[in-house]
């Protein structure tokens, strides 16, 4: 079980640390979109190998093409579109204190959606969670630190991603994590060429960044996170979650030269 919390540790630290690598590869001359496509296809490319060892090729059923091109368009293309336009226009540390109320927007749609009702201590966290957001915002906003513009990316990023959950439940009913990436990267090609993608404006150290992005951040850390997912509970997995902005925000502090404010 140590070897299992260590494999979660170093996932979500890897995840913090992704927001760091993708506002570099964007300061190194990646558009958002064709970062999000370089980092897609090489974290594709390499998992495929995974996929036809251990399932064959790859086959997508005709009535499930029109729910897996909605699904590619709002958990892929969509989502890196807000992503990367809100870290590009705002510090690493608020995209990732926003992006981390993902589970309680998830929690409050799953509760609209089937009309469950919330106990009163999640109730009590999704305010609180709510009201971290908007003080990030306000405060952000107000001291100059964050555009709104850029807040405003960053929270449509956690909406479209509670979108995605619902879009892709029934097709992971049907297919592996594997097997939905082969067929996501699809939607994200026009996506990059309608941003300006020129793979020859980014320099060296943009395209370091994307292969950490690609191949560590994405590919590594996802298949890790399978086979932890293995032995560990849903509920223990989530706690680790907690690591992601802690993370971003010590490193946007030491790599980035982000300050910190009252607020955060």
Known sequence: MRKTYGTMVFINVMWGLSFIFSKQGMNAGFQPMGLAFVRYVLAAAALIPLLLWREGAPRLRREDML?????SLAGITVYYFCEYNGIQRT?????????AAIPVLTLGAEALLTRARLRPMQTAGAFLSLAGVGLITLSSSQEGTDSLAGILFIFGASLVWVAYIFLSRRLRQRYSSLSMNAWQAVTLLPAALADGFDPAAVSWDGWASAVVLALVCSALCYYLYGNALATLSPLASAIFVNLIPLTTLIAGVLFLGEKLTWAT
């Open 67 to 71: 729910p897996m091109f909605l699904s």
């Open 91 to 99: 510090s690493t540390v608020s995209a990732s204190l926003i992006l």
